[in-house]
């Protein structure tokens, strides 16, 4: 049922497309809940790429560490790495909701869908990026454990030196 629900929604919006291509102008009856339920999927997406950038980065990061991959020394991508990890931590030691989720689960609202309701593949993405049966003390350990490794790998696998263009190695402009 849902998804022929998500196949109307969207034959509606090529619909709508369509008429507007055509004629220049968008139909007085556009709905705009077809575009709020389009923005939460994309949210949705954009979660799951923001924690797989936590996930594999600290994985490649590790991995990168034992194989000697120079690029996993890049200064900018591990500070904001770290960064990333610890906005997390806080958030979930606060009680702070995810601002992604918020985001969604009000468009979600706007496009008169149930909560976690839509398609096939934002179905499967969900049940990737929301766990509900777990306590909140298990998030609290897990991403405080997290963050915790996540310095010690900063401390073992060392990030080269920002570089400040126009400066040798020894701090001396150059001659």
Not at 66 to 79: I, K, T
Not at 84 to 92: K, R, T
Not at 110 to 119: E, I, K, R, S
Request: proline share 5%; net charge positive.
């Amino acid at each position: 049922m849902g998804l022929l629900i998500g196949l109307q929604k969207k034959s509606n919006f090529i619909a709508w497309k369509w008429h507007q291509s055509r004629t220049g102008c968008r139909p007085k009856t556009m709905d705009l809940r077809i575009l709020y339920g389009m923005m939460a999927e994309t949210i949705l997406v954009t979660h799951f790429a923001f924690i797989a950038f936590v996930v594999f980065g600290f994985i490649l990061t590790v991995c990168g560490g034992f194989r000697d991959w120079p690029w996993v020394r890049n200064p900018w991508f591990r500070m904001i790495h770290l960064t990333v990890i610890w906005v997390i931590v806080a958030q979930v030691w606060l009680g702070v909701v995810c601002p992604f989720t918020t985001l969604e689960m009000s468009l979600r609202a706007l496009a008169g869908q149930a909560t976690y309701d839509g398609t096939f593949i934002a179905h499967w993405l969900r049940k990737l990026v929301y766990f509900h049966q777990l306590p909140h003390a298990f998030f609290i350990a897990s991403y405080t454990a997290l963050g915790l490794v996540a310095v010690t790998c900063w401390v073992a696998i060392r990030p080269r030196p920002f570089r400040v263009r126009g400066m040798q190695s020894d701090g001396d402009p150059p001659r």
